[in-house]
């Protein structure tokens, strides 16, 4: 199963950004749920700090390593992050 976050809707498929990072074309009939975005929710880092949504964080590993972006989705242990550089 995937996860991921609507960038944008059209008449027959919506395009969306997935868990990995990578742009999808996502046909209607293929979306199986909606979550609804709680700002309650929080995680933890490496450093055990907390992280909210609206929260600023840097990647330190990976292929995003060294960007900064504002947490706008947070499902399980997969952050989504906007970057103004980005979108």
Do not use: P, W
């Amino acid at each position: 199963k995937n996860v991921g976050v609507v960038l944008q809707v059209f008449d027959d498929y919506l395009k969306v950004i997935n868990d990995e990072g990578n742009l999808d074309n996502v046909k209607l009939g293929v979306i199986n749920k909606k979550f609804q975005k709680d700002r309650r929710v929080s995680v933890f880092d490496a450093h055990h700090n907390t992280l909210h949504l609206e929260n600023m964080v840097k990647c330190v590993q990976g292929r995003l390593q060294n960007r900064v972006g504002t947490i706008k989705f947070i499902f399980k242990n997969t952050l989504f992050l906007q970057n103004k550089e980005f979108f």
